[in-house]
């Protein structure tokens, strides 16, 4: 158990202030007022702490000769419980050779611009568009020992109630003393003032840990469920969000359900966020966040909001 540092995300977003648009299976309603502006605020205290063990996948063959981003479709929490197809529009192979700037945004800059830089987590260091490039198949984002990061957030619809899965790893790039970078894939509610009750990260960790950990954010307190595994090499992460609970995944297998009540629209930053939560000044480990996709499936209850 840890307690969580103030301040989780410090995001920029900006979205307009109007009346959105809910689009269900049953058809379009209009919603209330929406807004967002952030600068995130102060964290909480320790968590409720729930554990149970886990049962990590090889990805590799043992001569190396395999692929580690590519394990067998079983391991996916999607193929195993008949989650569907994705939907397109709210997911990313990152096959390409840049970042989609239509599907997110880069820390450091405004919406659909790919150079520049602004302070880092909770002022810490620097985030910079430069430190999150796409090439090979998948999205990397990479720390400094000086404390310049990076990462991305969705400018997709924001949705309520659904199912994400990343496949995604953290590995150190050196080994020069340096205090290690914080990685975590994670939702993220559109109206940012709503974290404390709303935020769901599914696989946090410092870099290189030998363990992972889902939070939700819920009723002004959170809950926490922890695995063992090797989160250097690739895993699929998973959360089944509900009206009324938050299932998580490694590789397929269900390590816990959070009952938990979270109504706020949110956004997925795509899995690719590491901050620096030490001061500006410290020496950090470099390291690097890969993302080899990350899937958004539709659930019965899910609802997408359309700003105008």
Request: hydrophobic share 35%; proline share 7%; with cysteine.
């Amino acid at each position: 158990m840890r307690s969580k540092p103030a301040g989780r995300r410090g995001r920029l977003l900006a979205v307009a202030a109007g009346i959105a648009l809910v689009v269900t299976a049953g058809g379009a309603v209009p919603a209330g007022p929406t807004g967002g502006h952030a600068i995130r605020s102060e964290g909480l205290p320790s968590p409720i702490v729930t554990t149970s063990p886990t049962n990590p996948l090889s990805l590799a063959s043992p001569d190396g000769s395999a692929d580690p981003r590519r394990g067998g479709s079983g391991d996916e929490a999607a193929v195993r419980f008949g989650w569907g197809v994705p939907v397109a529009g709210q997911s990313d192979e990152f096959n390409g050779t840049s970042v989609d700037l239509n599907k997110w945004g880069l820390f450091g800059v405004g919406p659909g611009e790919a150079t520049g830089c602004s302070p880092g987590f909770h002022g810490h260091g620097e985030r910079c568009a430069s430190q999150t490039t796409a090439g090979g198949g998948y999205l990397s984002v990479t720390g400094t020992a000086d404390g310049k990061t990076g990462g991305l957030w969705g400018r997709m619809a924001a949705f309520r109630y659904g199912r994400v899965e990343v496949r995604e790893r953290a590995v150190p790039l050196s080994d020069n003393g340096g205090r290690p970078y914080n990685a975590v894939p994670l939702l993220w509610p559109l109206q940012e003032e709503a974290w404390a009750n709303a935020e769901i990260d599914f696989a946090e960790r410092s870099v290189a840990a030998p363990s992972v950990s889902l939070y939700v954010h819920h009723d002004d307190t959170q809950t926490q469920c922890t695995v063992v595994i090797d989160s250097t090499e690739f895993h699929n992460y998973a959360v089944d969000w509900q009206p009324g609970s938050i299932s998580w995944f490694v590789d397929g297998v269900r390590e816990c359900t959070v009952s938990a009540s979270i109504d706020s629209f949110s956004r997925s930053n795509g899995g690719a966020q590491m901050d620096m939560f030490p001061a500006t000044g410290v020496l950090m480990r470099p390291a690097r966040q890969d993302i080899d996709w990350v899937r958004m499936y539709a659930a019965p209850a899910t609802e997408f909001q359309m700003l105008p």
